[in-house]
């Protein structure tokens, strides 16, 4: 078996910076955070339609209409920032 070395006094003495998550500064985060958010609520809707509506076609219409609805809001939100961040660029 092998060992592995000890770490020597000199080292532990070096503090060593935290190890964390970052994402880089992007206008879209925003977006970004919000398709999270309209993921997260699309898990339990699934769910709950799955449960609730007995019929097909009620499950397709109610499903079908958040991701419609969902994918409308978010390209308009993408739309928005991206045309508010092309103008600060344009102003300076």
Do not use: H
């Amino acid at each position: 078996m092998s060992e592995l070395p000890a770490k020597s006094e000199e080292c532990a003495s070096v503090p060593q910076p935290p190890i964390r998550f970052t994402v880089i500064q992007s206008p879209l985060n925003r977006v970004k955070l919000e398709l999270a958010g309209v993921l997260a609520i699309a898990v339990p809707l699934y769910v709950l339609v799955e449960i609730l509506l007995t019929t097909g076609w009620t499950q397709v219409l109610v499903l079908a209409g958040y991701g419609a609805v969902s994918g409308i809001w978010l390209a308009l939100r993408a739309r928005r920032v991206v045309a508010e961040s092309a103008d600060a660029l344009s102003r300076g």
